[in-house]
């Protein structure tokens, strides 16, 4: 990581000088960074910590941020708004990118707004209101979560103690994870990227299959060491953070790519002698095409040709068309537009009011505290007691994402 550092910045600090740089801003800003992890092992979240380090060693005079907080813990936004008041009072001049209304409205001094690539707006955000920059950004407010109170059903996926060492050095171990989800609930999982979320959802989803017997169970059936494909005739099905490589792949079309997961559709088609039935995946994909309002051309584009937004609301559409009993969805709307954002909350609170169990990891504060019914909180492999969402605080789970839970 600090070689991908020390590449962006101007000759004059050795590669010595720049792990050290790395760690000093890095333990100012609150981030958790280590300077020999090879790039490729982190998560998302912990490469855009990355990008946010190397801007700040560059002591630059034009600043660009794009959506830069989704990894950080509440405190760690406040702390780097002050630096980037700080930075401003200087004469550097910043340009953030972020679809957070309400930090736009906090930050900036002056906003441009953007819709299908046309500027809609410019304004001063402070003088705006979330509802009216919204309707800059998608032309409408987006309509509120409609949520209903109801009692939540059986256990449909538990995990009990779960250990796990981690698959590689830079990993994280997970220790003692228990959680237990519900039918008709939704149970959020707080955190800032890199305390053992991967290593957890891989081994909910099956793509690691070294859990302890008796360690993960889906309805009563032990699934600790059973792969992807059976946990989803089991009803589980699972919206990856990476859209392209791992929630899809690049180059095939959308229509392929509904073969990634919905067995039940491989299945329908009864392979003939090797042939699969083309018209029948098109038809598929262009219902969920339709259904979410993703802006493609066809069922027949790559899915490597939809913006990040288009694409994860087609991956979720998947996902959500194959009816799951247990849905685990994680960073549903990062990147995502406000309307956008909108749609894909609202259509997986719809599954949670059918019965369907929804286990949501994100990042995002504001998103759990929206649809989530109970939350815990991941911090360094593992998992806080379960909080009823009404008793739950911006600053208690603020604390609570360094592992300040054991005294409360």
């Known amino acids: 990581m600090a070689e991908n550092v020390w590449l962006g910045l ?11 740089l790395i760690v000093a801003k890095a333990s100012h800003y609150g981030l958790d960074i280590d300077p020999e992890r ?6 998302v979240g912990e490469m855009q910590r990355v990008e946010i380090i190397r801007a700040l060693l560059a002591n630059p005079s ?66 705006e209101s979330n509802d009216s920059l919204s309707r800059l950004m998608i032309g409408s407010e987006p309509p509120a979560l409609a ?21 590689d050095q830079y990993g994280v171990d997970l220790h003692d994870v228990s959680l237990q989800l519900r039918a008709g609930e939704v149970l959020g999982i707080a955190g800032v990227s890199g305390n053992g979320q991967q290593e957890l959802l891989r081994a909910l989803s099956g793509e690691d299959t070294r859990a302890p017997h008796g360690t993960v169970l ?30 899809a792949v690049p180059p095939l079309s959308l229509a392929d790519n509904l073969l990634l997961t919905r067995e039940e559709a491989v299945q329908s088609q009864r392979w003939m002698g090797g042939w699969i039935d083309t018209a029948l995946l098109r038809t598929q994909a262009n219902r969920i095409i339709d259904r979410f309002k993703v802006k493609a051309h066809g069922s027949t584009a790559a899915a490597r040709s939809l913006s990040g937004g288009n694409l994860q609301k087609f991956i979720v559409g998947r996902e959500i068309d194959a009816k799951p009993r247990c849905f685990i969805v994680s960073q549903p709307t990062w990147g995502v537009d406000v309307g956008a954002a909108a749609q894909i909350r609202a259509a997986i609170l719809a599954m949670r009011d059918a019965g369907c169990a929804v286990l949501l990891v994100s990042e995002e504060l504001d998103e759990l505290f929206q649809m989530a019914d109970r939350l815990q909180v991941m911090a360094q492999g593992a998992l806080s007691p379960a909080l009823p969402i009404a008793d739950a605080t911006v600053e208690q789970v603020g604390q609570w994402m360094s592992g300040l839970w054991s005294a409360a």
Request: charged share 20%.
């Open 218 to 247: 889906i309805e009563g059936v032990d699934v600790s060491g059973a792969g992807p494909a059976a946990r989803r005739l089991l009803g589980l099905h699972f919206v990856p953070e990476e859209r392209l490589g791992r929630g």
């Open 38 to 43: 090879p790039v490729h092992t982190l998560s």
């Open 62 to 127: 034009i600043l660009i941020l794009d959506e830069p907080t989704s990894v950080l813990t509440p405190q760690a936004v406040e702390k780097l708004f002050v630096v980037l008041r700080q930075l401003a009072s200087e004469g550097c001049s910043i340009l953030y990118i972020s679809h957070k209304l309400h930090e736009i409205r906090a930050l900036c001094t002056a906003c441009t707004v953007l819709r299908g690539g046309r500027v809609t707006g410019v304004c001063v955000p402070a003088q």
């Open 10 to 20: 101007e000759p004059g600090p050795t590669l010595e000088e720049t792990r050290a």
């Open 147 to 167: 949520r209903r109170v109801q009692q939540a059903g059986a256990v449909v996926m538990e995990v009990r103690s779960l250990r796990l060492a981690r698959l």
